[in-house]
């Protein structure tokens, strides 16, 4: 795909044209052993009204993603500067500082692994919730309490008055989450991105909040990129999963296709990592052999191909772009698994 601004393909209704439309980006870090390319050529459509998982190893580049589109990535990163990355028709590699400030929040909510890293331990909860609403609606104080109320409310924390004169610390990691949740749609966004939300919370608690998002993307029609390293997550979850190794989109199809098909052999074996009911007990998982590649310095090839059991010469020697084949799903492999049964 080329990196050029996306364009409409034949008169697209409104529901076809994506809510974020990524195209060429590639992000790099200047590190003292050399440049580390963290993401490379990145071209994501998010349908508006879906729920868009990526998944990947730890390292594949998830949370530089996320913080890319946001455009909130340290200094030390470079974005390339062919990068698009398309709004609701606007492309934020071109607006100021000001205008990025009104999107993120009002727009694009976040949610983050680590609830603390979005809430401020000397703050009241009320206040916190208030300031996102005050801010972008220019609601008063009794307003915006009324507000924080109701979204106190709306991700089911249990006597809600009483929490708004709270600090984050007298909360447990669930309800923390919840708060950051409740935050993150304070302003009605139309993008929510949840980096691995439930990562750093007990399993009970971690379905009880991948149940709230859910009911919340329904009931304010948001579009969700949920980023996890759990498939079983993103089948749960997901209309459509991207699957990420080492800085790239390798795969990416319906959430059904991918668990009954995967095409890319990457995510047939990632596929094959999962632990399943079905094994036998004590049975061993299929790790996939070998380590995701350094990323330091240009890579030739297939980025997959030293761990894949398909590989050709030309995988070695000329790196594949991702193409989308007929049945609508994208891959970047010069030999995918056959698309049958
Ligand atoms: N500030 C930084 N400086 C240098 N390298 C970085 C920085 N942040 C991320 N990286 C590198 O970029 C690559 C992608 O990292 P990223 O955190 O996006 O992976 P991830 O898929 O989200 O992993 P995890 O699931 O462990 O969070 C990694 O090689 C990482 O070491």
Known sequence: MNAAAPQADTTPGPAAVPLLAVRGLSVRFATPRGALHALDDIDLDVPRGKTLAIVGES??????????????LPRSAEIAPQTAIVFDGQDLMHRDE??????????IGMVFQDPMTSLNPVRKIGAQLAEGPRRHFRLGRQAARARALDLLRQVGIPSPERRLDQYPHE?????????????????????????EPTTALDVTVQAEILDLLRRLREAHD????????????????????????AGQVVERAPTDALFTRPRMPYSAALLRA????????????????GRPPNVLGQIAGCRFAPRCGRAQPRCEAQAPTLERMQDGRELRCWYPLEDRP
């Open 98 to 107: 000001r205008a990025l400030r009104e999107i993120r929040g009002r727009r």
């Open 274 to 289: 999962i632990p399943s009911l079905a094994d036998p007990p004590h049975s061993r998982l299929h790790a996939i052999a």
């Open 59 to 72: 390292g594949s580049g998830k949370s530089v993603l996320s913080r890319a589109i946001l455009r909130i």
């Open 171 to 195: 909360l447990s990691g669930g309800m923390r989450q919840r708060v950051v949740i409740a935050m993150a749609i304070a302003c009605e966004p139309e993008l929510l991105i949840a980096d």
């Open 222 to 245: 948001m579009t969700l990129i949920l980023i996890t390293h759990d498939l079983g997550v993103a089948a749960e979850q997901a209309d459509e999963i991207a699957v990420m190794y």
